[in-house]
Structure formats: C-alpha cells, structure tokens
C-alpha cells in the first residue's frame, strides 16, 4: 500500500494563479483532511470529508475549496492564490471504525510559495 | 474557544534518557487526546492516544498520562534514542465534532549523545 500520497511536492505560485492540490488514499477510508502547517506552528484544518460527496469547512477554509469526487481522492483548490497562503499542506485520512478510530494517515506533504 | 498548547517550545535529552513533553488543554469535554510525531519534512505519525476516561496508558518505550483534574497531558519516553528526535504534538477531539483533530503548537525534542 502506498498509503496517502500527495502531489505535487512543491510549487511555486505567482500571486492570483490557480491550483489544486491532489491527494489520494489507498487505504478504502472514509474521512479526508487537508491541514496546512506553518512555521514553528501546528497543523490547522482548512477542510475535511466524512465520505464520497461530502465536504466540510475547518478552521481555516477562507480562500480554499475542495472536492471528494472519489472516496480516494480529495482535491484541495486555490483559486486566486496570495501570499498568506504560503504553507506546507497535509493530506490525512482515517478510517470511520475499528482499532485505529483516532488514527490519522499523513501524506509527506505539498510545499507551496505563493510570490 | 477551544485550543490546546504545550509548555515547552524545546526540549533536549541525553541519549538512554527519558523524556517528558508536556500539554495543556483547555476543554474539559474532550473525549479523546492523541500523540503524534512529525519527522523533519515529513508528515505526522500517529504515537498513541488515550480516553478521558483513563489516567494512563503504555506503548512501546511510551506512556501517555492524563490528569483531567488540571487539564494536563503528558507524554513519557523511556530510554531516548537519537531516532526519537522530532517534533510532537499533542491533539484533541473536541466534544461537538469528532470528526475533527485540533493539534497543538508542538514541542522540538532534540537528543544527544
């Protein structure tokens, strides 16, 4: 299994540009998660899904939207990016039942600089 | 609102030592509060987690305590090795969603020789 995997691995944005973040599971869970980490601090949850179609706002949605299309795959977008966007991003996902209940699977994360 | 933080930004051990990182939270209601690694450039790793129902629980070289009576969590590290170098964070479930995890800030436990 490869776990959660997330692409791309960085990237650099020009103020205003667009872009979607993929991540992907392998895994068969049910929840999603996007974080976005910044320096010397944790991680803030920006949005997650409970299941296939179905999306929720976090603490930190504002200037984010996501789609869950696929129980596999959750899509992290930036429509018009800024520079207070400059983050590291996780992907997690976790499983609705069972011994790992409060477990969450990390993706390696998406460095992103917006200029 | 809610939040949860910890007392110490860093924390360096000596190798074969143990560790003790520290968090506060701040709700009370909170059902569960969770231990997670972060390697350097690496995304966070699930350690262990416990129930507000419990005062305690063992992993492997890890010991999780929970006093609620002061809204404190500690995580315990026997003999630390070099590899236990990381960052920790603390997190909770809050009471009104448990779909969510609220981290917080974290601790950088450095080990030497």
């Known amino acids: 299994n490869a776990g959660v995997t997330q692409t791309p691995k960085f990237r650099v944005l020009k103020t205003g540009q667009s872009m979607t973040l993929l991540c992907a599971q392998d895994?068969?869970?049910?929840?999603m998660y996007w974080y976005r980490q910044d320096p010397g601090m944790g991680l803030r949850l920006i949005h997650y899904?409970?299941?296939?179609?179905?999306?929720a706002k976090g603490e930190v949605p504002d200037g984010y939207n996501v789609s869950r299309l696929k129980k596999q795959n959750f899509l992290l977008g930036l429509e018009s990016a800024a520079p207070s966007q400059t983050s590291v991003y996780f992907c997690?996902?976790?499983?609705?039942?069972?011994?790992?209940?409060?477990?969450?699977?990390f993706g390696p994360g998406t460095r992103l600089t917006v200029l | 609102g809610e939040s949860v933080g910890l007392h110490l930004p860093t924390l360096s051990v000596q190798e074969g030592d143990n560790s003790i990182i520290n968090c506060a939270y701040s709700?009370?209601?909170?059902?569960?509060f969770i231990w997670y690694k972060q390697e350097s450039g690496k995304g966070p790793q699930f350690i262990i987690d416990?129930?507000?129902?419990?005062d305690k629980r063992q992993g492997q070289r890890v010991t999780v305590l929970l006093n609620k009576t002061v809204k404190h969590l500690s995580l315990q590290i026997a003999a630390t090795q070099p590899g236990d170098s990381a960052v920790y964070f603390c997190?909770?479930?809050?009471?009104?969603?448990?779909?969510?995890?609220?981290f917080g800030t974290g601790t950088r436990l450095q080990v030497f020789p």
């Open positions: 997690a996902s976790r499983d609705r039942r069972g011994s790992s209940y409060n477990e969450q699977f």
């Open positions: 997190a909770e479930i809050p009471p009104l969603n448990t779909d969510k995890l609220i």
């Open positions: 895994m068969n869970h049910e929840y």
């Open positions: 899904s409970v299941g296939e179609g179905t999306t």
């Open positions: 709700n009370s209601a909170s059902d569960y």
């Open positions: 416990i129930r507000s129902n419990m």
